[in-house]
């Protein structure tokens, strides 16, 4: 079905106070199937009876989120049947509710009303009404035509502004201009909270855009707004009275844009002009006059400053709204695919997630935005694969083995956990039932280390040396060959090591030694020079910063992430075992850990800012336990 009308969308919305909350809402769907079954959702939403504050906005939330979910939830039947269907049963679950839908499917559009809203059109010179609600749910459809200025309001809405105010609003056949001329109407009332309208413009090929607009920036007379033919049924008095707002809302604009350039012009040098000193009245009149002249200017340049800032919060006020909204978007989707498609709904979840963490960076303290973090981080973790570590508990703090030790590495060797300090020079035995520990002088400069098959061993300046409870052994020394070492790992006694210059080394291990160096891949390697880490089990496992590649028997072996929730930001450690079923990647800038088993599907997704300060990654799969070392603590959490 090709799309016949795309909608120009502009909103405006009453200040929230106690008692009342009022919501403005669009959806256009990018989902194709959606698009084509139920079109674009336009509603208007008055909830009486709630508390000010982020209460509100959850109620208010909730509602418009069952709304979405009860029209686009279900694409069989058509779209007026859907959208009757689902105003229908948002006002059997709440009854303190104004609610005003459309629906444009093709050149059609579909109206709801329960509540006493209205919605009028403007076609050409013409104004009209064509849908009134009487407090029981109204339903209406016509066609639409090119140009088509349509006005979805509450009741409070049109009360306020009034039909003459409305059509003078709408002469210049924009949303974005009709908006501007109403805000101030709106905004600088009082008691205002029920209050909400979308104004939307039919088009043919033009782009979507959605704005909210409070105030424009193009210069306007009241008599650009308010024509005399625009105004020709209205009263005498409320002509008055409008030309009152609207001349004292441009004078204000006015006031507002030319204050820098006041502020920037040279006052005359008093200094330069004669001065006539004489002790009278009137000289003392002109001195209190000058002194008030003086203050009336510090008045003016504070107003100025917080005029400024309060400008300044609006608009911030204005951007984070429009990301809320379509963070609200991708949240619903993920709530309808939840129950199809877990992954996919994950991936909207998460995006849903990023949108309100850029929304709080753009507004601090924004209740709406506090409100819907705290959605989607329960709607993730109703998908049951994604787990928050708000606070994983300290295993062991090394500070009690040693005053300022730091460990940059750890293994498991055994039952124990083997912890290389680089700063302090020496390796901790930690025991990982009981805590006990045992510490080994290691005067040696070293970052990384490896156990595996009862032996540990240590990479270092010197070279590779075997690590037991009371000795360190050099057992392979440097090699001049060797390029820049980023990883070391052992398997079935042989020691790896992965340079990112070459390839990847392995020294056998055979009758008590090591032989030489030996590249492990067959023909030539791959570029390994963006390597950060190395796994092995029965294979060899190698980590970039945003994928892993599989190798096995010196060969690459296909292998790709599936259904993964987002993609890795900067992958620093990657930990497997032939004891564990899967692949554990800590991704540090995330602050996540991912879960992947070794077919490449994604299984879950850990989240904590632990994660940030991490080195390095131990899980025992068995006793379902996971070690995080970073700096001088070492952090335990279960495994699901």
Same mark, same amino acid.
């Given at each position: 079905?090709?799309?016949?009308?795309?909608?120009?969308?502009?909103?405006?919305?009453?200040?929230?106070?106690?008692?009342?909350?009022?919501?403005?809402?669009?959806?256009?769907?990018?989902?194709?199937?959606?698009?084509?079954?139920?079109?674009?959702?336009?509603? *208007?939403?008055?909830?009486? +009876?709630?508390?000010?504050?982020?209460?509100?906005?959850?109620?208010?939330?909730? *509602?418009?989120?069952?709304?979405?979910?009860?029209?686009?939830?279900?694409? $069989?039947?058509?779209?007026?049947?859907?959208?009757?269907?689902?105003?229908?049963?948002?006002?059997?679950?709440?009854?303190?509710? $104004?609610?005003?839908?459309?629906?444009?499917?093709?050149?059609?559009?579909?109206?709801?009303?329960?509540? @006493? +809203?209205?919605?009028?059109?403007?076609?050409?010179?013409?104004? #009209?009404?064509?849908?009134?609600?009487?407090?029981?749910?109204?339903?209406?459809?016509?066609?639409?035509?090119?140009?088509?200025? =349509?006005?979805?309001?509450?009741?409070?809405?049109?009360?306020? *502004?009034?039909?003459?105010?409305? !059509?003078?609003?709408?002469?210049?056949?924009?949303?974005? $201009?009709?908006?501007?001329?109403?805000?101030? =109407?709106?905004?600088?009332?009082?008691?205002?909270?029920?209050?909400?309208?979308?104004?939307?413009?039919?088009?043919?090929?033009?782009?979507? @855009?959605?704005?909210?607009?409070?105030? +424009?920036?193009?210069?306007?007379?009241?008599?650009?707004?308010?024509?005399?033919?625009?105004?020709?049924?209205?009263?005498?008095?409320?002509?008055?009275?409008?030309?009152?707002?609207?001349?004292?809302?441009?004078?204000?604009?006015?006031?507002?844009?030319?204050?820098?350039?006041?502020?920037?012009?040279?006052?005359?040098?008093?200094?330069?002009?004669?001065?006539?000193?004489?002790?009278?009245?009137?000289?003392? !009149?002109?001195?209190?006059?000058?002194?008030?002249?003086?203050?009336?200017?510090?008045?003016?340049?504070?107003?100025?400053?917080?005029?400024?800032?309060?400008?300044?919060?609006?608009?911030?006020?204005?951007?984070?709204?429009?990301?809320?909204?379509?963070?609200?978007?991708?949240?619903?989707?993920?709530?309808? %695919?939840?129950?199809?498609?877990?992954?996919?709904?994950?991936?909207?979840?998460?995006?849903?997630?990023?949108?309100?963490?850029?929304?709080?960076?753009?507004?601090?303290?924004?209740? /709406?935005? *506090?409100?819907?973090?705290?959605?989607?981080?329960?709607?993730?973790?109703?998908?049951?694969?994604?787990?928050?570590?708000?606070?994983?508990?300290?295993?062991?703090? %090394?500070?009690?083995? !040693?005053?300022?030790?730091?460990?940059?590495?750890?293994?498991?060797?055994?039952?124990?956990?083997?912890?290389?300090?680089? +700063?302090?020079?020496?390796?901790?035995?930690?025991?990982?039932?009981?805590?006990?520990?045992?510490?080994?002088?290691?005067?040696?400069?070293?970052?990384?280390?490896?156990?595996?098959?009862?032996?540990?061993?240590?990479? &270092?300046?010197?070279?590779?040396? $075997?690590?037991?409870?009371?000795?360190?052994?050099? =057992?392979? /020394?440097?090699? #001049?060959?060797? &390029?820049?070492?980023?990883?070391?790992?052992?398997?079935?006694?042989?020691?790896?090591?992965?340079?990112?210059?070459?390839?990847?080394?392995?020294?056998?291990?055979?009758?008590?030694?090591?032989?030489?160096?030996?590249?492990?891949?067959?023909?030539?390697?791959?570029?390994?020079?963006?390597?950060?880490?190395?796994?092995?089990? #029965?294979?060899?496992?190698?980590?970039?910063?945003?994928?892993?590649?599989?190798?096995?028997?010196?060969?690459?072996?296909?292998?790709?992430?599936?259904?993964?929730?987002?993609?890795?930001?900067?992958?620093?450690?990657?930990?497997?075992?032939?004891?564990?079923?899967?692949?554990?990647?800590?991704?540090?800038?995330?602050?996540?850990?991912?879960?992947?088993?070794?077919?490449?599907?994604?299984?879950?997704?850990?989240?904590?800012?632990?994660?940030?300060?991490?080195?390095?990654?131990?899980?025992?799969?068995?006793?379902?336990?996971?070690?995080?070392?970073?700096?001088? !603590?070492?952090?335990?959490?279960?495994?699901?």
């Amino acid at each position: 079905m090709e799309r016949k009308f795309v909608l120009q969308v502009a909103k405006v919305v009453g200040n929230p106070s106690d008692g009342f909350w009022s919501q403005v809402h669009t959806f256009f769907p990018e989902d194709q199937e959606k698009k084509e079954k139920r079109g674009d959702l336009l509603a *208007v939403l008055v909830l009486a +009876g709630v508390p000010e504050g982020i209460e509100a906005v959850a109620a208010g939330r909730e *509602v418009l989120a069952r709304l979405h979910e009860e029209y686009y939830g279900n694409l $069989e039947g058509t779209a007026f049947e859907r959208l009757t269907s689902a105003v229908s049963k948002i006002t059997s679950e709440n009854q303190d509710i $104004e609610i005003i839908a459309a629906v444009l499917f093709e050149k059609v559009l579909y109206l709801a009303i329960y509540g @006493e +809203g209205k919605v009028c059109l403007k076609r050409g010179d013409r104004f #009209s009404q064509i849908l009134k609600g009487d407090g029981d749910l109204q339903t209406a459809s016509g066609v639409l035509e090119e140009n088509d200025l =349509v006005v979805i309001g509450s009741k409070k809405f049109f009360n306020v *502004v009034g039909d003459g105010v409305l !059509k003078a609003s709408l002469e210049g056949g924009s949303a974005e $201009e009709a908006v501007e001329a109403l805000a101030p =109407v709106i905004l600088g009332h009082n008691d205002m909270a029920a209050a909400a309208a979308i104004l939307a413009l039919a088009q043919k090929n033009e782009p979507l @855009e959605i704005q909210q607009v409070f105030s +424009g920036e193009t210069e306007k007379t009241e008599e650009t707004i308010i024509s005399p033919s625009s105004a020709a049924g209205m009263p005498e008095e409320e002509k008055v009275s409008l030309r009152k707002k609207i001349k004292d809302f441009l004078l204000e604009r006015k006031i507002s844009r030319r204050r820098s350039a006041f502020g920037s012009k040279k006052t005359e040098d008093l200094s330069e002009r004669p001065i006539f000193v004489k002790k009278t009245a009137l000289e003392k !009149k002109k001195k209190v006059y000058f002194l008030a002249a003086l203050f009336l200017l510090f008045l003016l340049g504070i107003s100025i400053v917080f005029g400024s800032k309060k400008r300044i919060e609006s608009q911030k006020k204005a951007q984070a709204s429009q990301i809320l909204s379509q963070a609200e978007e991708k949240l619903n989707q993920g709530k309808i %695919l939840s129950s199809q498609d877990s992954n996919e709904s994950r991936v909207l979840g998460i995006q849903a997630q990023n949108l309100v963490s850029e929304a709080m960076s753009v507004s601090k303290d924004n209740e /709406e935005a *506090v409100f819907l973090k705290e959605q989607v981080e329960k709607f993730l973790e109703s998908l049951g694969d994604e787990h928050y570590l708000n606070e994983p508990s300290v295993f062991m703090d %090394l500070n009690l083995i !040693k005053d300022g030790a730091s460990g940059v590495a750890f293994a498991l060797l055994n039952e124990n956990l083997v912890i290389l300090d680089q +700063g302090q020079s020496q390796i901790y035995f930690l025991d990982a039932e009981k805590k006990s520990h045992r510490v080994l002088d290691f005067d040696e400069k070293a970052n990384l280390i490896t156990a595996s098959g009862g032996k540990a061993f240590v990479f &270092g300046d010197k070279g590779v040396f $075997e690590i037991e409870e009371e000795s360190a052994k050099l =057992v392979i /020394e440097s090699d #001049s060959g060797w &390029g820049e070492i980023a990883a070391i790992s052992s398997f079935n006694g042989n020691v790896y090591l992965l340079d990112k210059n070459t390839t990847i080394w392995r020294y056998l291990y055979s009758e008590g030694e090591f032989g030489a160096k030996k590249s492990w891949f067959i023909g030539n390697p791959p570029d390994l020079s963006k390597t950060v880490s190395m796994a092995i089990d #029965s294979s060899i496992w190698v980590l970039e910063e945003k994928s892993i590649a599989k190798f096995n028997l010196g060969k690459e072996e296909a292998f790709s992430l599936q259904k993964m929730p987002e993609e890795f930001k900067a992958a620093a450690k990657i930990f497997t075992s032939e004891e564990t079923e899967n692949l554990y990647v800590l991704d540090k800038e995330a602050g996540k850990l991912f879960v992947i088993d070794k077919k490449g599907n994604f299984k879950s997704l850990y989240v904590s800012e632990k994660f940030k300060e991490a080195s390095d990654i131990v899980a025992i799969e068995p006793e379902k336990r996971l070690f995080i070392l970073a700096g001088s !603590k070492i952090y335990e959490a279960a495994l699901k």
